[in-house]
């Protein structure tokens, strides 16, 4: 035994530690799905983990994303690998993104929905769109005010091309578990208002490598998880 853990044993626990999670909260195993983050590691490393059995990938940076999804879908063209944005999005960049992803996570204003709704090719299914929240205040600066996700959702869901899924947090992050999880609950009582506003939502995308745990306890749907799975970025 020596050296680091390969790509594979990272990979087997992360999937372990959201199994476990599940257990813990008395979900199913398969509540919570998982979102590989390959910001800064190449496409040789999307393709390593693609080839055990990881099919969603996420990027949160557009020009090394547009490479990179390029170099994997030459090279693996079949089945097609997912893609999902979760990085901050200037307007005048929205355009590559409704042409070349699945999935948006970070829409934090209707301007921007309503761009990406009209340059998603026809040809394409809809564009699937978690609204991004903001729980902590000044602590970050992306992501809508909790007040305002409602009627951002709103807006998404009454776009055509687009296909509301739900809501997206990064909160700020912290060791201590009490914050982590009050801040997870806050963002589920987002999801929960909006649901109950009858907006047909099923993803709550919140948790990363260092907190997934607490997520998943507060109904996470979806982690996005990339130092655990790649290592730590350079
Ligand atoms: C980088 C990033 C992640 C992954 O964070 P890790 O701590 O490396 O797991 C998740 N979500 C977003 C939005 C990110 O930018």
Redesign the pocket.
Known sequence: MNGDPTLQQRYETVLARIRAACTAAARAPDAVSL?A?S?TFDASAVLALAALGQRAF?E?YLQEALDKISRCASERPDPALEWHF??PIQSNKTRPIAETFSWV??VERDKIARRLSEQRPASLPPLNVCVQVNVSGEASKSGCAPDEALDLARAVAALPGLRLRGV?A?PEPTDDVARQRAQFAAVRAVFDRVRAAGLDVDTLSMG???DLEAAIAEGSTCV??????FGR?G
Request: no cysteine.
């Open positions: 979102l983050v910001k996420a949160s979760i990085g996570h970070s997206m990064i990363m490598s260092d996005r998880v990339g130092t655990a799975l970025r």
